[in-house]
């Protein structure tokens, strides 16, 4: 049970630190702070067994913030041990508007990071994912349209991971979104780390391969089903894709590039 002067304290810090928290909380909003915490700035949660969302928006009637996380630009969420997703957020109140680093390390029942799908994560700088064995898929198309000062990206053992942008059916809102954004996916992207990732088999769909235009540092360890860099099976099949004439014809220039291993 948190008291009503914490939970008041909790929805004005700028600055939290939550290790060994217990209470029967299984999210951080709206289970301890419905107001939303939109003055935070950095959050670390760390060794909390009891966590399994970080913001859930399920239940509308618990919620007293339509803008929640907006000011947050730090997240660090270590050793949660029965974490399953990130953000839960089926009726759009959470922002993310502001959120520079993310990292999530050692939460091994983690299967999906769910950004919110009106987040935009304009100001997402680094993004690093480690240890993390159930998670499957990293992004959806619409959310990597926003990421556009993303600089660093590092994923490790991560085993069971397939994808990390999303594979999305022909004609959905998602795939005709992302072939028609592919040239402003990743401007920014400097280094790119990937290791352990055994399930992994591809890394980028092909078609967005022109746009990492700043890519300094590609490195790829320890991917024992991995066949490509860019482009997916499907992708290498003309048969399927034959009338995706963008796809068909790639030019990529690694002007940056300094390290390939």
Same mark, same amino acid.
């Given at each position: 049970?948190?008291?009503?002067?914490?939970?008041?304290?909790?929805?004005?810090?700028?600055? %939290?630190? =939550?290790?060994?928290?217990?209470?029967?909380?299984?999210?951080?909003?709206?289970?301890?702070?419905?107001?939303?915490?939109?003055?935070?700035?950095?959050?670390?949660?760390?060794?909390?067994? !009891?966590?399994?969302?970080?913001?859930?928006?399920?239940?509308?009637?618990?919620?007293?913030?339509?803008?929640?996380?907006?000011?947050?630009?730090?997240?660090?969420?270590?050793? =949660?041990?029965?974490?399953?997703?990130?953000?839960?957020?089926?009726?759009?109140?959470?922002? @993310?508007?502001? *959120?520079?680093?993310?990292?999530? &390390?050692?939460?091994? /029942? *983690?299967?999906?990071?769910?950004?919110?799908?009106?987040?935009?994560?304009?100001? %997402?700088?680094?993004?690093?994912?480690?240890?993390?064995?159930?998670?499957?898929?990293?992004?959806?198309?619409?959310?990597?349209?926003?990421? !556009?000062?993303? !600089?660093? *990206?590092?994923?490790?053992?991560? +085993? &069971?991971?397939? /994808?990390?942008?999303?594979?999305? !059916?022909?004609?959905?809102?998602?795939?005709?979104?992302? /072939?028609?954004?592919?040239?402003?996916? %990743?401007?920014? =992207?400097?280094? @790119?780390?990937?290791?352990?990732?055994?399930?992994?088999?591809?890394?980028?769909?092909?078609? +967005?391969?022109?746009?990492?235009?700043?890519?300094?540092?590609?490195?790829?360890?320890?991917?024992?089903? @991995?066949?490509?860099?860019?482009?997916?099976?499907?992708?290498?099949?003309?048969?399927?894709?034959?009338?995706?004439?963008?796809?068909?014809?790639?030019?990529?220039?690694?002007?940056? *590039?300094?390290?390939?291993?």
């Amino acid at each position: 049970f948190i008291s009503l002067p914490i939970k008041d304290f909790f929805q004005k810090a700028e600055y %939290l630190h =939550l290790e060994n928290l217990e209470g029967g909380y299984e999210n951080v909003i709206p289970s301890m702070v419905p107001q939303g915490m939109n003055h935070l700035i950095f959050l670390i949660l760390h060794d909390c067994p !009891e966590i399994k969302c970080v913001f859930d928006s399920t239940n509308v009637d618990l919620l007293q913030t339509e803008d929640a996380f907006s000011s947050l630009v730090i997240l660090s969420l270590l050793e =949660l041990d029965n974490l399953e997703e990130v953000f839960h957020d089926p009726s759009s109140r959470c922002s @993310l508007k502001s *959120l520079e680093k993310l990292t999530i &390390e050692s939460c091994r /029942q *983690l299967y999906n990071i769910s950004f919110p799908k009106n987040s935009k994560l304009c100001h %997402l700088k680094f993004l690093t994912i480690e240890n993390c064995p159930m998670l499957t898929c990293i992004f959806k198309p619409s959310i990597v349209q926003t990421l !556009e000062l993303l !600089e660093v *990206l590092k994923i490790s053992d991560c +085993y &069971e991971l397939k /994808q990390i942008i999303e594979e999305v !059916e022909e004609g959905s809102v998602d795939y005709v979104s992302s /072939q028609s954004h592919t040239s402003l996916m %990743l401007p920014k =992207l400097r280094k @790119l780390t990937i290791s352990g990732c055994q399930g992994l088999e591809y890394i980028f769909p092909m078609c +967005y391969a022109h746009g990492l235009a700043s890519l300094e540092k590609l490195s790829i360890k320890v991917c024992g089903k @991995l066949k490509y860099v860019f482009g997916s099976e499907k992708e290498y099949d003309l048969t399927v894709y034959q009338h995706q004439s963008n796809c068909q014809t790639i030019h990529i220039n690694f002007l940056n *590039l300094e390290t390939l291993h």
